[in-house]
C-alpha cells in the first residue's frame, strides 16, 4: 500500500470516529428534554419548578462554554489527539455521574445532577473544536472539493442522530417499566455513555491528517515556548470571529430551547395524552431534524455556505412567524398539523444555520489558530443557548404563552438571514490550504517570524497527491514538486 493509500485511509479512520463521538453530543441535548417531563411528573411543580428545569437545562450549556474555550485552546496548542480523548472521558464521566445523582433530599439530588450535567457540557463542549476540526481536516483530505457535504454528514447530521435516538429510548424504557419513571429518567441518561465508551480506545489511536500531522510535532513543541501572535490574529481575524460567534449565538439562542422544552410544549397540548405518547410525537418531532441535515449538506457543496446561511434562516424566520400566528388555533384543534409545523421549523435550522455554522468557524481560520477560533465561537453559541433557555419561560409568560418564543425567535432568525447574506464571506474547495498561505503571507508582512507558529522551514506543503512527505523539509517538498 502507498503512502497515499495510508494517510488516506487514515483520514477516512479520522471522519469516521471524530464524527461518531459527537453522536453523545446530540443524545444528552435532547434527552434532558424527556428527563425535565419525567421530574416534573416525579416531584411536582412545587419541589421542581420552573428555576430548578432552567437550572438542569442550561448546566450543560454552561460546562459546554468552559469545554470549548479552553479544549479550543488545547488543540492547538498541545494537539488534537489529547483533546479528543480527554473530551470523551469528560463526556463519559458527566453522563456516569448525572445517572447516579442521589441526595439526602429531592434538593440534594436534584444539585447533584446539574453538577454533573456541567461537567457533562466541558466534555460536550470540548468536543465541538476537537471532533469537528479533526473531522473538517480530514474531511479535506477525503472529498477534496467537496468536503462541506462530508463534514455535514460526520458532525451535524450525527448530532441530529442523536437527538431522535435521544427520544427512541425513553418511549422503549416507558414501553419496559410503565409509570415507575426513576429508572426511565435515570438510564435515559446512564445510556448516553454507550457511544463515547465505544470509540473512546480509537480516538486514542487516531492517527492526525495530513494537514495537520505534517506540522503537528514541531507545532506542538514550539508552541508552549513562543507565544502565539494574538494581536495579529485580532487585526486581521475580529471581524470574522465577530460574524462567526454572533450567528452562532442567534442559532442556538432559536434552536436550543425549542428542542430543550420540545417535550414540555408537547405535553402542554396533548390534552391528556399519556407519557409515553407524549415522548413518541417528539420521536416525529426530532425525525425532521435529519431530512433538513441531509439537504444542508447538499446545498453547501451545490450553492455554498453563504447561500445556504442565509436561505435556512429567512425560511425558518417565515415558517416560524406563520407558527406562531397560528399556534392558539392549532395546538388546540389540530395536533398533528402543529407538529409538523413545528417540525418543519427545526428543519429549516437544520438546513441552514446548523450545518453552516460550524463548517464557517471551521473554514475562515488558519490551521495555528482554528481550534481556538472555533473554540471562542462555539461557546459564544452555547451562551446563546443559555440565555435562550433562560429567556424561554418568561418570553412565555409575557407573550401569552409558548407563541412568543416563536414569534421572538423567527424575527430574530429573519434579521440574521440579511446579515449572513450581505456580510458572510464565501470559501472555495482550497479555502483551507488557501487561507493557510494566506495567513503566512501575512505574517511575514508584518515582520513576525513564522518559525514561532510551527510554520518555517519545516512547513510541509499541503496538497493532495503522495509527493508529499510528512516529515520532509519544505526544501525537499519542491524539488519533488518541480521532479
Not at 109 to 120: A, E, F, T
Not at 165 to 189: C, G, H, Q, T, Y
Amino acid at each position: 500500500m502507498s503512502g497515499n493509500d495510508t494517510t488516506i485511509d487514515a483520514s477516512y479512520f479520522n471522519v469516521l470516529f471524530s464524527g461518531f463521538a459527537l453522536l453523545s453530543d446530540g443524545y444528552q441535548s435532547g434527552v434532558i428534554s424527556f428527563v425535565n417531563l419525567f421530574l416534573g411528573k416525579i416531584y411536582g411543580p412545587d419541589v421542581f419548578n420552573a428555576d430548578m428545569k432552567s437550572r438542569l437545562s442550561y448546566a450543560m450549556f454552561v460546562g459546554a462554554i468552559v469545554g470549548q474555550l479552553g479544549f479550543g485552546l488545547i488543540i492547538d496548542r498541545v494537539g488534537r489527539k489529547i483533546g479528543l480523548v480527554a473530551t470523551t472521558v469528560l463526556v463519559i464521566l458527566g453522563a456516569a455521574l448525572s445517572c447516579a445523582s442521589s441526595g439526602t433530599t429531592v434538593d440534594g439530588l436534584l444539585w447533584m445532577m446539574i453538577i454533573s450535567r456541567g461537567i457533562l457540557g466541558v466534555g460536550v463542549g470540548g468536543e465541538y473544536p476537537c471532533s469537528s476540526v479533526s473531522a473538517g481536516e480530514s474531511a479535506d483530505e477525503v472529498a477534496p472539493g467537496k468536503r462541506g457535504g462530508l463534514f455535514v454528514m460526520v458532525t451535524n447530521f450525527v448530532i441530529d442522530l442523536g437527538y431522535v435516538i435521544s427520544a427512541i429510548v425513553p418511549v422503549i424504557l416507558l414501553a419496559i417499566f410503565k409509570d415507575n419513571l426513576e429508572p426511565v429518567w435515570r438510564l435515559s441518561l446512564g445510556l448516553g455513555i454507550v457511544p463515547p465508551l465505544s470509540v473512546l480506545y480509537c480516538k486514542s489511536s487516531i492517527t492526525l491528517p495530513l494537514c495537520y500531522n505534517a506540522n503537528h510535532i514541531i507545532y506542538r513543541t514550539s508552541a508552549m515556548r513562543k507565544s502565539v501572535p494574538y494581536l495579529l490574529i485580532i487585526k486581521r481575524y475580529w471581524f470574522r470571529l465577530l460574524l462567526t460567534s454572533g450567528l452562532w449565538f442567534i442559532y442556538d439562542f432559536i434552536s436550543y430551547p425549542n428542542g430543550v422544552f420540545s417535550s414540555v410544549i408537547i405535553d402542554s397540548v396533548a390534552d391528556g395524552q399519556s407519557t409515553i405518547d407524549v415522548v413518541a410525537w417528539n420521536i416525529l418531532l426530532y425525525a425532521f431534524y435529519l431530512p433538513g441535515c441531509i439537504a444542508g449538506a447538499y446545498s453547501v457543496d451545490k450553492i455554498g455556505r453563504r447561500k445556504t446561511l442565509a436561505f435556512g434562516l429567512l425560511a425558518q424566520g417565515v415558517v416560524g412567524m406563520i407558527l406562531g400566528g397560528v399556534y392558539e388555533p392549532l395546538s388546540k384543534n389540530c395536533m398533528p398539523m402543529f407538529i409538523i409545523m413545528y417540525g418543519i421549523f427545526l428543519a429549516l435550522g437544520e438546513y441552514g444555520p446548523g450545518p453552516t455554522m460550524g463548517l464557517n468557524s471551521m473554514e475562515l481560520f488558519p490551521t495555528a489558530v482554528r481550534g481556538t477560533c472555533y473554540g471562542i465561537a462555539a461557546a459564544v453559541g452555547k451562551v446563546g443557548a443559555t440565555v435562550g433557555t433562560l429567556a424561554f419561560v418568561p418570553m412565555q409568560e409575557a407573550m401569552g404563552g409558548y407563541r412568543g418564543p416563536f414569534l421572538v425567535g423567527s424575527g430574530i432568525a429573519i434579521a440574521a438571514s440579511f446579515v449572513a447574506w450581505f456580510l458572510l464571506p464565501e470559501i472555495g474547495p482550497d479555502g483551507l490550504v488557501e487561507e493557510d498561505a494566506d495567513f503566512r503571507e501575512y505574517l511575514i508582512a508584518h515582520g513576525y517570524d513564522i518559525s514561532q507558529l510551527g510554520l518555517g522551514n519545516q512547513q510541509v506543503e499541503v496538497v493532495h497527491d503522495n509527493t508529499k512527505n510528512s516529515s520532509g523539509s519544505i526544501e525537499s517538498n519542491h524539488s519533488r514538486t518541480e521532479n
